[in-house]
């Protein structure tokens, strides 16, 4: 694979600079404690948290795979992330920095987002917001999405954010799918130097989901949109009103009560929302914030997801408030009105760390380097991937361009279910690009095969987890059978969790994650991940983006059909087609010489930026592309 980019190597060492700042020096040390006594590791990081009750047992696993933890404990998320940081300094310190797409800038202390955030949570009361039912959020990037994720979690509900870009059913379904009283949105947002008009799908959304009974809207953008008396307010009208008083009691939920509900991206059918909870959910979070990205007190972090996804409410909300950081929140796109925009604001607000995805990376490294060349990015320490493999060409840039070879990358694997890091590098550790390096502390982690046999250092098998871990989803909501059966059936006997991941690991013991199990292409017998053929299209120099795909074939099992989008500069035809199928021939093996190459302007994406390859294969073999609900664009 190195032979991509001839100048990547192997592997990096960390700086002096890094060493001597990280937290953790000797990752293995920690690691085999966190393993050998996994609780008392546990309770150590817990009793870092305010709790109002201690717990009486760190882990009940009589209920195996429904797992609790802390139980007895009584503690609020947002005791933690808000309520305790105002008897100390972080009270006067920044914890959101605000910049809208069209460049208007706000920015909350804590004390000034505790206010809010018990204002808001008053007016949720005097709606009849009770402890335990869930509010779904439908809102674009702004501050009062946070406001309005914490002020449900500090009177004890649960709130269900479904992201700004889907679109009527996936709204509908969802809210349906919650029971949802409450709607909390906004009239829209900015993107790509337009408004979004929001509300208008929420109201779409409400005639196909009648259980909405109040619905409160933020004013964003001006635009018009419809209000129905007696069910739409106003945020800005009901924020103005007196029972909107500052003082306002945080619930004392118990550990165990839920605290979100979040659904995954429905890439397999049916949305799952999956459950949450006050304690554990705190403590991973916060251990996870603060070992991997090494946090300081004078840290500005920016994780550039959307609070609709998981990253967001683990790294942009949850993690950062409980450590007392300074977070970073921008509403557009990263091209918006030019490509450098990122790269502009890190130099403007002296940004620390940023945490991004590699579909991010590669859509702004298409642009080139000069538009980040133009900016000092001398603040940044740190950098961070989430959300897929990230690829030798798009590691190299963000590396040598973003980070100018100083700052080490936590390549981190996780997932929606595990509420946190699970596989990362610490910043102390040595780094291979495309390892998401070892499992995080009380993490145990395996690459085994259908049998639940350990395979060999170097093969390809289904990642597991072998222990439970205080971050990981209690349950689907509503539908513990389909927990059961999606998670915790396939290793019944171990009593595993099946990460629904495909992986290797190497004989250091690093972790490398090729991809979905249902991504994983068999041919000839062979295994191989649509990630490693389309990371080597990737490195072809007129390949800017690629997707590969298996499709039935009668002699091979599957054969391999490749989406590829050139870079600007480049044209299709007949010659380039045979010359990146032999280049990945070149670069992987002749069994991933792919059988057809189509190019085209663009793939069909997740909003989370995952590419759909189901409804390639669906076009591909001529059928019905089904549900298209978290198709981008
Ligand atoms: C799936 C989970 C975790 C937040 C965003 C995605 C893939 C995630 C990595 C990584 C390789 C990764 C896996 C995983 N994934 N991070 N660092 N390297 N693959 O959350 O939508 O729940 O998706 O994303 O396939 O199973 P998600």
């Known amino acids: 694979m190195d032979k991509q980019v001839s100048t990547l190597k192997k592997s990096y060492e960390p700086s002096k600079e890094v060493k001597k700042h990280s937290i953790v020096k000797d990752y293995e040390k920690v690691y085999l404690e966190s393993i050998n006594n996994r609780e008392n590791f546990w309770a150590g990081e817990a009793k870092k948290l305010d709790w109002y009750r201690k717990w009486d047992k760190v882990l009940d696993d009589s209920k195996h795979p429904f797992y609790e933890w802390f139980t007895g404990g009584k503690i609020n998320i947002i005791h933690n992330a808000l309520d305790r940081h105002q008897k100390n300094a972080t009270r006067n310190k920044l914890a959101i920095i605000w910049e809208g797409e069209p460049g208007d800038v706000r920015t909350f202390s804590y004390h000034a987002l505790n206010r809010e955030v018990s204002k808001f949570a008053n007016i949720l009361r005097s709606m009849g917001a009770k402890p335990g039912e869930v509010i779904t959020i439908y809102m674009p990037q702004i501050p ?3 406001i309005a994720m914490l002020a449900c979690a500090k009177i004890g509900a649960i709130h269900s954010v479904v992201y700004g870009g889907f679109s009527v059913e996936a709204l509908a379904e969802r809210i349906e799918d919650a029971n949802s009283r409450i709607l909390i949105t906004a009239d829209g947002g900015f993107r790509r130097g337009k408004a979004t008009s929001l509300k208008n799908i929420a109201n779409e959304a409400m005639k196909r989901s009648p259980t909405i009974e109040v619905c409160i809207t933020v004013k964003r953008t001006g635009e018009e949109c419809y209000m129905e008396n007696d069910r739409d307010f106003w945020y800005h009208d009901l924020m103005s009103m007196p029972l909107a008083c500052t003082n306002c009691y945080t619930e004392h939920t118990d550990a165990e009560d839920p605290l979100f509900i979040l659904y995954t991206s429905g890439t397999t059918g049916k949305p799952k929302g999956l459950v949450h909870t006050h304690g554990g959910y705190s403590v991973y979070t916060a251990s996870t914030f603060r ?9 500005r972090f920016w994780c550039a997801a959307d609070p609709g996804w998981i990253t967001g409410h683990s790294y942009m909300v949850y993690g950062p408030l409980i450590n007392g950081a300074t977070i970073m929140m921008y509403e557009g796109a990263p091209n918006h009105p030019y490509p450098n925009r990122w790269w502009q604001m890190i130099e403007k607000y002296g940004i620390n760390i940023l945490y991004t995805s590699p579909t991010a990376i590669r859509g702004l490294m298409r642009f080139g380097s000069s538009w980040a060349d133009r900016h000092n990015l001398s603040s940044l320490r740190l950098l961070g991937s989430v959300g897929e493999p990230i690829n030798p060409e798009a590691w190299k840039w963000y590396y040598e361009v973003i980070g100018k070879g100083r700052c080490p990358i936590m390549d981190t694997w996780w997932q929606t279910e595990t509420g946190g890091h699970m596989i990362t590098p610490l910043p102390s550790m040595t780094l291979k690009p495309g390892s998401a390096a070892k ?6 982690a395996a690459v085994v095969d259908d049998a639940g046999k350990e395979v060999k250092a170097g093969e390809e098998g ?4 072998k222990a439970p871990w205080p971050g ?7 539908d513990p059978d389909r927990y059961v059966e999606k998670y915790w059936e396939k290793y019944s006997k171990q009593k595993w969790y099946l990460a629904g991941d495909s992986a290797r690991k190497d004989e250091d013991g690093y972790y490398w994650i090729i991809g979905r199990i249902d991504d994983v292409i068999k041919v000839s017998g062979y295994r191989l991940g649509s990630a490693e053929i389309e990371s080597a299209l990737v490195s072809h120099p007129a390949v800017t983006e690629a997707a590969a795909i298996g499709l039935p074939d009668e002699l091979r099992g599957n054969i391999i059909h490749a989406t590829v989008i050139l870079r600007q500069g480049f044209e299709p035809g007949d010659k380039l087609a045979e010359d990146l199928k032999s280049h990945v021939e070149k670069e992987i093996g002749p ?3 792919p059988s057809f190459l189509v190019f085209a302007e663009s793939l069909p994406k997740t909003r989370s930026g995952k590419i759909m390859r189901r409804v390639l294969k669906a076009r591909a073999l001529g059928q019905e592309t089904g549900d298209l609900s978290t198709l981008e664009e």
């Open 472 to 478: 990981m989803a209690r349950t689907i909501l509503g």
């Open 591 to 593: 069994i991933a010489r």
């Open 439 to 444: 499992p995080f502390f009380g993490i145990e």
């Open 291 to 299: 070992y991997v990205f090494d946090i300081k007190p004078e840290d």
């Open 144 to 146: 009062e999405i946070i």
């Open 462 to 465: 289904t990642l597991v987890i």
